[in-house]
Each structure stands twice: as C-alpha cells, then as structure tokens.
C-alpha cells in the first residue's frame, strides 16, 4: 500500500507533482522579472497602452508566483525561493532590456507558449496523482492564459 502525506496523496507521486511545481514556479518568476523590465522599458506610440498591459499581466503572475510556492507547501515540500534555482530549473530566458512593444509582445507569447505547454504536463501528473486541487489550479490558469494569448497574437496583427 502507498504511504500517503497529509492530504491522502501518494508520497512518491506527490514529491514528482512538486518538482514540476518547481519547474512552473521557476518559469513563473523569471516571466514575472521578464514583464516588469517590458514595463519599465517600453517606449513608443503605444507606450501607455502596453505600459498598463505589462502591469496588470506582472500583478497577475505575482500571485501565481505565490499560489504555486504555497501548493508545493501543501503537497508537503519546499517551494525554491532563489534566482539560482530558478535560473538552472526554468526554460524562459531571462530578457535583455526591451523597450519595442512588438518584440516584447512575441516575447510574451514565447512564454505563455513554454508556461501553458509546462501546465498542460503538470495538469495530467495531477490527475494520475488523483490531485484535485492542483489540476483546478493548472486548469484555471490554462484557460485564462490561452485567451491572453489570443489577446497579444491580435494585437500584434
């Protein structure tokens, strides 16, 4: 029989379900530091526009950035907290200095592409994991990430 933590997961499974937790929040925080520097940087005739785009998006990151640190507590492990793990764990590129909206924008859609495709895989873990609480949250976050990139792929048309 499988050893269950303190929410009735498998152990074994629940530690891989944190690791690729780690990974998302990894990607999340370089995405996050990614779109603050778009914020600061932006110049342009859309400068106001995408200004308050990049603003909203980091704001809504931060929290996701904490919503899954705080879902690896629950699953019973520690989430990583430095920019050296996450340098070594993520698959987004921290950003140089973007100050044109348009390379910014593609660069955006480059990470939602990496995060949702990382989601996706968490998704599935969670479910052969029988982890509900992680499958809605990677869900949740899917659903109204996809329709940000249908959002940035329109402005960019």
Do not use: C
Not at 49 to 55: A, T
Not at 105 to 134: C, H, N, P, Y
């Amino acid at each position: 029989m499988a050893k269950l933590n303190a929410i009735g997961l498998d152990i074994q499974k629940a530690e891989k379900l944190a690791a690729r937790l780690n990974e998302l929040l990894a990607d999340y925080s370089i995405f996050y530091q990614n779109v603050r520097g778009y914020h600061w940087n932006i110049k342009g005739d859309k400068f106001f526009e995408l200004h308050m785009k990049f603003e909203e998006l980091y704001n809504d990151l931060f929290v996701k950035i904490d919503e899954v640190a705080e879902r690896i507590l629950t699953l019973g492990y520690s989430p990583n907290h430095n920019y050296t793990d996450y340098k070594k764990e993520a698959k987004i590129a921290e950003s140089s200095e973007v100050s044109d909206g348009e390379k910014a924008v593609k660069q955006l859609l480059d990470s939602f592409r990496t995060i949702i495709t990382l989601q996706r895989e968490i998704l599935d873990l969670s479910a052969d994991t029988g982890d509900e609480g992680t499958n809605a949250l990677m869900s949740d976050y899917i659903r109204s990430q996809e329709k940000l990139v249908w959002m940035y792929s329109a402005y960019l048309k």
